[in-house]
């Protein structure tokens, strides 16, 4: 078992999908620099396209994802319009440049729209970026997925795809707003596997209201039997006063940092031992699912989407709060559905916050990545970070990592740690210790 050191786990640390991350976006990086991006990327570059839906039929009071409910028919498609428009905008600034390999959806819930509105997306995206077969991985909401719908990801060749399950616990569903038995989750799995997704990830949460150690073994031993290739185990982020929807949840009713800390113990624990390998610090895969390999190839990396296989050093983002990440340069989309929608429709970029990335952020971006991806860091790129050496200095004592010769290595019992010990490097971090969750 991990050994507890809760002094080194009192910062709020960020998840690392980017760096700088989003908390350090501002305004003076927008659509000017978005497009200017955009034209400077060279011909054959490879890019991975993200598509936000930011809406669900229902919403979960823990959710922080930008959504809103799909209860009004003429929003959902006003949307889509303004999507559409994007698309179209962002497949003219990059026309003959660029080579699609990956195409995601994800929100929200992907499948609140109807079946027509879906297809005639991905049709849309793949005609105007002349892509064949990108690889097409869809985030579901199993209460609204239906076979139906499901069908559809067989004739889009969707093979990935991931579901929201959080917990198998019935009364912690009843804490968070998100009421679905396990008997839909299995009717799911089956659709989907009919469907021809090969590669199937659950979604599941620790340091959830009312959820003790057992809750979380049974809801473990739950999903394992339903055979997901991949599991992510997330510790729940309460933080209302950035999303209002969280004040639904009693925060006297959530685990505290210590049953937080031994709950992703137990977690890791029972997922190894039930066969699945540990990708970074909160996702495991089958064996033969190509982000296992990814791992213990070295490749793996980190991007807003969390551990990927993805190779694509371009991404980008269409929709209300999509982000596109270039090497220099990171800019996201509006975040408001109805002002994006006007800016779209306008004629305008949709890019309004962003942040450049100095040749000191690019290199802190590698040691992070590597770091949290289980790889020895790099640090001569750093020379003379004094501030780095004293955040790190602890955790060193602690016998957590190991510095050998400017590389980094983070021990597998300071495995809990990696973000802790990845902010050691963000020269950023002091100055937005508010915005952000427990490090476990």
Sequence with gaps: MWPYHPELLERAVPRYTSYPTAAEFRDEVGAPQQVQ?????????????????PFCKEICWYCGCNTNRSNRVERVQSYLEALEAEIDWLARQVAGKVRLGRLSLGGGSPNALDPLGFVRLIGQILTLFGSEGPEISVELD????D??????????????????????????MQRIGRVQPRAMIADSVAMLRDSGVTSLN????????????DDLLRTLDSALELAPDRIALFGYAHVPALIPRQRRIDASDLPDV?????????????LLAAGLEPVGFDHFAQAADPLAAAAREGRLRRNFQGFTD??????????????????ERIVQNEKNPGRYRMRVLGGQPAGTLGVERSADDRERALVIEDLLCGRAADLSGLPGDRLSELRLTPFLEAGLCRLEDDRLQIL??????????????????????GRFSSAV
């Design 37 to 53: 991006a955009l034209h400077a990327l060279a011909s054959g570059t490879p890019v991975s396209l993200y598509a936000h839906i």
């Design 142 to 145: 199993p209460r609204t997925l």
């Design 147 to 172: 076979r139906e719908w499901a069908g559809l990801l067989g004739k889009v060749r969707a093979s990935r795809a991931s579901l929201g399950v959080q917990t198998l616990e019935p009364h912690v």
């Design 202 to 213: 659950f979604d599941l949460m620790y340091g959830l209201p009312g959820q003790s150690m």
């Design 258 to 270: 210590e049953l937080r800390f031994w709950q992703a113990a137990r977690g890791h624990q029972r």
């Design 310 to 327: 993805d190779p694509a050093e371009a991404l980008l983002g269409v929709g209300a709060t999509a982000i596109t990440s270039l090497p």
């Design 412 to 433: 597998p019992d300071g495995l809990p740690y990696s973000r802790a010990i990845a902010a050691c490097f963000d020269r950023h971090r002091a100055a937005t210790a």
